[in-house]
């Protein structure tokens, strides 16, 4: 069963409005984290921000925000004032504190900054 | 600085070649990890290893291999290459108790 699934294959969104970007999630693991990556056209992968099951706030890391329903197994992220760079593909991912330490990927989103 | 490397950055392979990628970390970290990235699956564990000679296999390790003989390099072995191992393939580093998991640049392999 897909443990990530990010449902947006691509998105496009006016430069300076926010936008979110979605993903949804399943584990039995009462200890988690998850995590959102973002990668550009040059391809390298580029941590944007993570929050932990267990913590109370959702995270924040200047414009990229994380909407954490823990009941809905959701994890969106927000970014706020969008900017042109900010195109890129997008991807969510999870990792269970039980079992493996690696990473498991949503699909993707592909991110479309429109001046 | 500390970082972690892949090489080679791009590479073209006949079908049924042996090949071999590398990762370099400098780190220091324990677990290691190699995905493929192919459109429409996001990336997809291959092989992971926790520690010197642990190896372990993920989703999709058929045709691969790798080896743990110290801290710093897993390389990731196609045995026999395949027209379906085309795919760009990321090597990654992380340590326990930390949260970040660091990614190589990634290897862009394509098999003819």
């Known amino acids: 069963a897909q443990k990530i699934t990010q449902t947006q294959p691509g998105m496009f969104v006016q430069e300076k409005e926010a936008v979110t970007l979605d993903c949804t999630y399943d584990?039995?693991?009462?200890?988690?984290?998850l995590f959102w990556y973002k990668q550009p056209s040059s391809g390298e992968m580029i941590f944007l921000i993570y929050?932990?099951?267990?913590?109370?706030q959702n995270a924040t890391e200047g414009r990229y925000s994380l909407n954490f329903q823990k009941a809905r197994k959701s994890a969106n992220l927000v970014i706020s004032a969008s900017q042109l760079g900010d195109s890129a593909m997008y991807f969510c991912a999870m990792r269970e504190s039980t079992g493996r330490r690696a990473l498991t990927f949503g699909s993707g989103t592909r991110l479309q900054v429109q001046p | 600085d500390a970082e972690i490397t892949q090489s080679p950055r791009h590479k073209i392979t006949e079908t049924g070649r042996q090949v071999t990628l590398a990762c370099h970390q400098t780190w220091n970290h324990n677990n290691m990890f190699w995905y493929r990235q192919d459109l429409g699956h996001g990336l997809r564990l291959i092989h992971y290893s926790y520690g010197v000679q642990d190896t372990n296999k993920g989703e999709v390790s058929d045709g691969y291999s790798v080896s743990r003989s110290n801290t710093e390099d897993l390389p990731l072995t196609l045995e026999s290459a395949a027209s379906s191992q085309t795919s760009v393939y990321f090597c990654a580093s992380s340590e326990e108790g930390t949260v970040e998991a660091f990614f190589g640049q990634g290897t862009r392999l394509t098999v003819v």
């Open positions: 584990t039995s693991d009462p200890s988690y984290g």
């Open positions: 929050q932990g099951s267990y913590d109370q």
